[in-house]
């Protein structure tokens, strides 16, 4: 093992080209070589899709974080009790509650904004919600030519 101390002054130099370079240099050509040729062999190991064409049929791992999302029952009725957990769960300022009240005078949720645009996909806003009212959905065609494209709003209709 080489001892010697670093000189941070010192400009590190081109390794030169030698007989033992030549041989390093060609070993990783024919490994590189003998992958493809094992998959010209086997194409059953190929896993490579046919995107887009396979869009309907994709299949994720539970664990896929595309979006956040809301799921709705039947009746477009959610979980979502406007308590704000997850908007002060996000660090990046990505969820907006806001309220309203419905005909009994209750606070509700009015619009749930979620802006796909600055979130990072961290989970924390689902982790922070008590009532399982949100999740990572498995969207993955996630881009838009304005930023405005990239905001949503998650309920359909005023909640409990
Ligand atoms: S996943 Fe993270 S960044 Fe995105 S909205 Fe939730 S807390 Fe915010
Ligand atoms: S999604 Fe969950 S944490 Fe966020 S406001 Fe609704 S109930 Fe509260």
Same mark, same amino acid.
């Given at each position: 093992?080489?001892?010697?101390?670093?000189?941070?002054?010192?400009?590190?130099?081109?390794?030169? /080209?030698?007989?033992?370079?030549?041989?390093?240099?060609?070993?990783?050509?024919?490994?590189?070589? @003998?992958?493809?040729?094992?998959?010209?062999?086997?194409?059953?190991?190929?896993?490579?899709?046919?995107?887009? %064409?396979?869009?309907?049929?994709?299949?994720?791992?539970?664990? /896929?974080?595309?979006?956040?999302?809301?799921?709705?029952?039947?009746?477009?009725? !959610?979980?979502?009790?406007?308590?704000?957990? #997850? %908007?002060?769960?996000?660090? =990046?300022?990505?969820?907006?509650?806001?309220?309203?009240? =419905?005909? @009994?005078?209750?606070?509700?949720?009015?619009?749930?904004?979620?802006?796909?645009?600055? #979130?990072?996909?961290?989970?924390?806003?689902?982790?922070? #919600?008590? /009532?399982? @009212?949100?999740?990572?959905? !498995?969207? /993955?065609?996630?881009?838009?030519?304005?930023?405005?494209?990239?905001?949503?709003?998650?309920?359909?209709?005023?909640?409990?």
């Amino acid at each position: 093992m080489n001892t010697e101390p670093i000189n941070p002054n010192e400009t590190p130099q081109p390794e030169e /080209f030698g007989i033992g370079r030549l041989l390093r240099d060609a070993a990783s050509l024919i490994k590189g070589m @003998a992958v493809t040729l094992g998959y010209l062999l086997r194409p059953s190991r190929i896993v490579t899709r046919p995107y887009p %064409e396979n869009r309907d049929t994709l299949k994720f791992p539970q664990a /896929f974080r595309g979006e956040v999302v809301m799921p709705h029952d039947e009746q477009g009725e !959610h979980n979502c009790t406007a308590c704000t957990l #997850c %908007e002060k769960a996000c660090p =990046n300022g990505s969820i907006s509650i806001l309220t309203t009240k =419905n005909i @009994a005078g209750k606070r509700v949720l009015g619009e749930f904004v979620y802006r796909l645009s600055s #979130c990072t996909l961290c989970n924390l806003c689902i982790e922070a #919600c008590p /009532f399982d @009212a949100i999740r990572m959905g !498995h969207g /993955f065609e996630l881009s838009g030519y304005t930023r405005d494209e990239l905001d949503r709003i998650l309920n359909k209709r005023e909640g409990r």
